[in-house]
Structure formats: C-alpha cells, structure tokens
T-cell receptor
Framework: GQQLNQSPQSMFIQEGEDVSMNCTSSSIFNTWLWYKQDPGEGPVLLIALYKAGELTSNGRLTAQFGITRKDSFLNISASIPSDVGIYFCAGHLSAGSYQLTFGKGTKLSVIP | GAGVSQSPRYKVAKRGQDVALRCDPISGHVSLFWYQQALGQGPEFLTYFQNEAQLDKSGLPSDRFFAERPEGSVSTLKIQRTQQEDSAVYLC????????????FGSGTQLSVL
C-alpha cells in the first residue's frame, strides 16, 4: 500500500526550542493532515492543508503542503512541555477514496 | 457524551477467541471509520461506513474481521478466531459528513491476544 516516510522518528529538545518534522511520499496527495496523539488517546487534528504550496498556522504550529504534493512539514515554535507526544502526518490520496494514509510518527520529548 | 466513545477500553483474549469492539460515534455523524494501530506505528485504515452502508472494507486484513453499523449510529468491529498478530489498538473515528479532514477519533480499544 501507500507509504509515508516521516522523520525524524524521535526527537529530544529543550523547552523553548523550535521543532521541525516532515513527511514525504512517492505518491501525490490531495490533502495533508497533521495529528498529535497523546498516550492512551486517539489522534487529534492539528492542521489540515488542501492546496500545493499552502502554508497554514495554528498558534505556535505552522505546516506547509509541498509544491510537488508529495511532501509536507510541520514546525512548532517555542516548544513547551505539553507539546510532548507523537505527531503523525496523514495524506488523502484522491477525492474518491475514504482512506487516510498515516506516517509512522515522530515522538517528541521536551526537556524542561 | 461529546466525543467518540469506544468500549471496552482494554480487551485480553486467548488465541482463537472471538471479540467484539464497540464504537459510539458523535451523535449525528454520518461517517464512521475503523483504524488499526500496531505498537509504534501509525493508524491503518480498516473500513468506512456512511450511515449504515459499508462503502469501503478494503483495509480489513482477513475474512476473520467483520464490521457492522446496522442503524447508522453505533458500530461493532468483530474479530473471529483471534490471532496474536491481531494485537493492536483499534481506533474508531467519526465525521459529520464524509470529510476526512474533520475526523474525531475515540481513545481506542487495546486488544491483546495471548
């Protein structure tokens, strides 16, 4: 099936630092989504991107839909302890599909 | 409640047992999805319902997996003759219409097959 390559797999940062993670695919996606998952919970949507080149912010989070439609990145500025969790990218392949394809996640640890 | 509710929260089954996992979507949500999340992996699509119609079941890994949503609200995912490789968190999500960008996930059922 389709695969999303998400990197880095994990990262340890100091509180206050900026964070960047990205996702690449061999396929073109219509929509890119970024989710955060806390332990024992389901994923929660952070940002949705619909057009190639689109740059969208949600508070300290900024995400971009790559021009080639095969990649996306997520930046978190001025990290805080509650940013800890696993971040997933997800892509929607085509208008006729009901499936989201998820990356393997980036585990973020924030050192106070 | 306000969110997607899943039960049980944890399920331990002996290999070969049948299990049934329940999902209560947000009231009024037309679309319902099941995903399987193995340890250390992202969720993987299993099946999709629009009201009571199962429009996509291409992600179900074998014919031991069966899902239903008979009245267009509550859904049940049934796994027959469980195997160890079925151990995972099973996530249910719903959305108001079909929009994949507005999925609300439940907390999942963690299934352990011994």
């Amino acid at each position: 099936g389709q695969q999303l390559n998400q990197s880095p797999q994990s990262m340890f940062i100091q509180e206050g630092e900026d964070v960047s993670m990205n996702c690449t695919s061999s396929s073109i996606f219509n929509t890119w989504l970024w989710y955060k998952q806390d332990p024992g919970e389901g994923p929660v949507l952070l940002i949705a991107l619909y057009k190639a080149g689109e740059l969208t912010s949600n508070g300290r989070l900024t995400a971009q839909f790559g021009i080639t439609r095969k990649d996306s990145f997520l930046n978190i500025s001025a990290s805080i302890p509650s940013d800890v969790g696993i971040y997933f990218c997800a892509g929607h392949l085509s208008a006729g599909s009901y499936q989201l394809t998820f990356g393997k996640g980036t585990k973020l640890s924030v050192i106070p | 409640g306000a969110g997607v509710s899943q039960s049980p929260r944890y399920k331990v089954a002996k290999r070969g047992q049948d299990v049934a996992l329940r999902c209560d979507p947000i009231s009024g949500h037309v679309s319902l999805f099941w995903y399987q999340q193995a340890l250390g992996q992202g969720p993987e699509f299993l099946t999709y319902f629009q009201n009571e119609a199962q429009l996509d079941k291409s992600g179900l890994p074998s014919d031991r997996f069966f899902a239903e949503r008979p009245e267009g609200s509550v859904s049940t995912l049934k796994i027959q003759r469980t195997q160890q490789e079925d151990s995972a968190v099973y996530l249910c999500a719903s959305s108001l219409r079909g929009g994949l960008e507005k999925l609300f996930f439940g907390s999942g059922t963690q299934l352990s097959v011994l």
